[in-house]
């Protein structure tokens, strides 16, 4: 609004000014200073300060008297010109610096062509309204049109160069001499315009005395020198034509108008053609300089040794590379020549090189010799040019390289090629160079031994002729990564002989540069024999001959290697123990081959009972052990898939067999014991299963038990809790119990929300006893959303209440919860829904839920912690604890595991813990809260270690809501 209403009064300004010499009637000026104001403007200021144009053309055209509806028609005109002008200028790149000749052109097309629907529309507003008659309609819009485009031309110039930031720079910087050219400007200005001569057209030429004080100011003063020079010769020459004076004063008021019309025009353009082109000229020579200082730095700088010579060899110039490379100082190379250092037997070399450079103006490369200083000879490479100086004199720039490191390794690698080809032939290994595409580059006699050919048939060979393991496609990757690598590979493949045998190899290769080309250099022994040995070894080692399943030896072996997984993973593993039942009677009955062919086809069907990664063992006479590993975390879910093996197995063995001739019947007992990292030494865990089975034929045979009576009734209580959980939320039989969190002084500061479980039969359930079947069926997922939007229900209720509105909440967070993609998308809804205030909320979360996509895990707490929520790591210590992940994390708060905080007098780990946590978090700028605290002494201690939060049986214990709130107002 501001820049509108500016505009608004230097458009009325200038107009009122330029209306009061009127050309023709009262509104056809001989120049309209206000359409170059509202060009620049809208150039300057954008398009959306037309209403300030507007506002300026209706009210200047108000003040001279014209009836309103003729003012508003008139300034519509006026307003479209400069806006059509400005539009095009911008469109086709108009810059308003004049910084080129093709803006000044463009400036002067834009005037006139915006000007004209300004001259229309200003000469039909008159002629509608009666105020010009037809006859003077081609004259009164030729002079509105050159009226408005003169004024374009001489006021916006100088409005832009206004808009600038160093616009009265250039005069201030040479003000004496601006005050010299406004002395010598004046007089000639009254000459050129003023005086009187009584000659008429003869004096004319009078007027462009004022061209070289044009010049004087733009050469000098730049832009603002020009457009300001322009503007006050015009104002003089029109003032002056105006009032009866001057060159251009004629009888003939067209003449008269075309004559100075054509001096303005010419002042203005030439003004902006000079400081444009000397615009150029300034960026031309700035260019130049850059580009001599660039050039100048690399002849500096360069490596190579740069140097120009006459044809005659004496030394010109040079860098310091040349002067290092020959020893000698600046002063002595120029006392020298390029043929004092080239030793005698080059003078038929240096011939054809001048030859070179006279058939075609430049020589090499070509390798030759200096003389250094000091007497040695320096071996060279060299290239040049001819060119010619400013003087017409031909001259030859050189560029010289010091090749003597190069000369050096290139003689060792030489020495060391030909060690390396007489160890190649004689290698008793295969030995082959490779290159990046897989063909032969050298051989050894061994190799092509190996595979029957001869020397030079292998020779060019590729490697997909004699590898047959290796596809076509995937032998150029394979061979760069093993050169990427930059190590010893080693690997076992199989090669093919000429006559199509294949036998295994095992193969050692390294990566080489070979004549400064990458290669891979291979050696391969033929191991088919030592292969075939070793298996034979291994697999009576490790395997029942008849069965040929994995003997007792490998189980063990298998056995100790799950027991170390599982203590890594926490994942469970289960010993399925199998006798046959009434193996004995058919040995006795049938014979011993019988009953070989029985275990044979139990061994094929426990096989199929398994997963690939578990384990069917034969023990020994009709007993065999499955191992299964990776099972759940849980025990009670670990039972149950073991059971649910177990249960197959039974089924699959007491199929009916044939044997020969015979269709026997047979059944099993299987005794089953999991295992939980090393709890238990590996034999005790074959004693258990073996227990296990003899209680399964007590039971009657054709069953299975496990080890732990208490395990079998798990599975059956397991799968009921998991039955009823399904429909404990719909059924509304959770509830939230809360326990206070209270600071050192004993002020209740917040509390933990704790889910209960109001069992219809069981009456109140633990979450001990459901959490972890929750976890692992994903009922957690629905039940974790339950609790959270119940505990931000109940926020919003006690920030209704002035003595509970202070308490923040910690809500526990379940792994799974927080993995789901829209984990945080939903606590943000429930948030906005109950709408509390998002700092009273705390969510616990535990170690173990950084072991999976730690990245994504902080992401997802950055969004919530942004928004205001805190968080907590609780039982922090009793899990996975890495301080690197620790330190990532946007977390609030610690929380003391109880476990630590129960035995911190009777433990001095424990106690070392407490306190390691409680200094761990200051360091991190963390809160730190213990909970489980139900001794004075126990909070003592505490206090002590810089802990000064609490939670536990001291304090109270959990309460249901009502309860709760009872016991904060009591408090």
Known sequence: MIKQLLLASAYFAAGWLGLQIPSIGTHITLVWLPTGIAVAALLLWGRGVWPGVYLGAFLVNLAIGSAWPLAASIAIGNTLGPLLTATWLKRVGFQTSFARQ?????????AMIGMMVSASGGVMSLYFAGLLPVDFIASAWFTWWMGDAIGVLLAAPIVLSLGKKRFVHPI???HKEFVLWILVATPTAW????HDYHGGSQTLPLAYLTLPMLAWAALRFGNTGATLSGLAFSVVAAWATATGHGAFYMEDTHVSLFLIWSYMATIVLTGLLITAMQAERWQVVQTLHESEAKLRGLYELSPLGIVLTDMDGKFIEFNQAFQDICGYSTEELHTLDYWELTPRKYEADEARQLASLQRIGCYGPYEKEYIHKDGHLIPLRLNGMVITASDGKQQIWSIVEDITISKRSALALRRENEKNQALLRNASDGIHILDMKGNILEVSDSFCTMLGYRREEMAGMNVTRWDVQFPVAEIEPTIKQQYDKQARSEFTTKHKRKDGHSFDVEISGFPLELDGKPVMFYSSRDVTDRLKAEDEIKHLAFYDTLTNLPNRRLLTDRLSQAIATSARSGRKGALLF????????????????QGDLLLQQVAQRLAGCVRQGDTVARFGGDEFVVMLVDLSENMDEAATVTKNVGEKILATLNQSYQLDEHVHHSTSSIGATLFDGHQHPIEELLKHADMAMYKAKEAGRN?????DLGMQSAVTVRAALENDLRYSIPNHE???????????DGRMTGAEALVRWLHPQRGMVPPDEFIHVAEETGLILPLGKWILETACAQLALWAKQPELAHLTLAVNISVRQFQHEDFVEQVLAVIDQAGIDPNKLKLEITESIILDNVEDIITKMDVLKNHGVGFSLDDFGTGYSSLSYLKRLPLDQLKIDKSFVRDVFTDTNDAAIARTIVSLAH?????????GVETNAQQNFLANAGCFSYQGYLFSRPLPVAEFELFMKQQ
């Open 578 to 593: 199998i006798d046959l039942d009434n193996f004995k009677t058919l040995n006795d009955t049938l014979g011993h081959d």
């Open 923 to 931: 360091g991190l700028e963390l809160s730190v809260i213990a909970e």
């Open 102 to 110: 093709k803006d000044v052109a463009l400036f002067i097309s834009g």
């Open 191 to 194: 000459f050129a315009f003023v």
């Open 734 to 744: 959770f509830i939230l119990y809360y326990q206070p969190q209270v600071d050192r």
């Open 703 to 707: 069953v299975m038990r496990f080890f």
């Open 172 to 174: 201030i910087k040479y």
